[in-house]
């Protein structure tokens, strides 16, 4: 198994940046291609972007494409989510997650095996 960690979220203008990270432990996270979702108050959970085991394919959603870069060292165990030009429509707890199957869709979130506890992240206007 391999546990998740998320961290860098919180309040930011609209405008702005910030940049998560999730932190793997339990198992090396060169095993896994990483995914990043976001959960807003009443709605689904959403696909935000994903990187392949190696960070040589990354994917992103349109409404991120961008503005978002994904990226991972796996050295460190760790998976970074950039997140630039910050909107209130960002607003959301991110979640990151792990995944060992190599086909099938990077966006779908039920092909994931492994998630973190999720950062709130708030951009005001």
């Known amino acids: 198994q391999v546990q998740l960690v998320e961290s860098g979220g919180g309040l930011v203008q609209a405008g702005g940046s910030l940049r998560l990270s999730c932190t793997a432990s339990?198992?090396?996270?060169?095993?896994?291609?990483m995914g990043w979702f976001r959960q807003a108050p009443g709605k689904e959970r959403e696909f935000i972007a994903a990187?392949?085991?190696?960070?040589?394919?990354?994917y992103y959603a349109d409404s991120v494409k961008g503005r978002f870069t994904v990226s991972r060292d796996n050295a460190r165990n760790t998976v970074y989510l950039q997140m630039n030009s910050l909107k209130p429509d960002d607003t959301a707890v991110y979640y990151c997650?792990?995944?060992?199957?190599?086909?099938?869709?990077?966006?779908?979130?039920?092909?994931?095996?492994?998630w973190g506890q999720g950062t709130q992240v708030t951009a005001s206007s």
């Open positions: 990187i392949s085991r190696f960070g040589g394919t990354t």
């Open positions: 339990g198992r090396t996270v060169s095993n896994y291609h």
């Open positions: 997650a792990a995944r060992r199957m190599n086909s099938g869709s990077y966006s779908n979130s039920h092909e994931y095996d492994y």
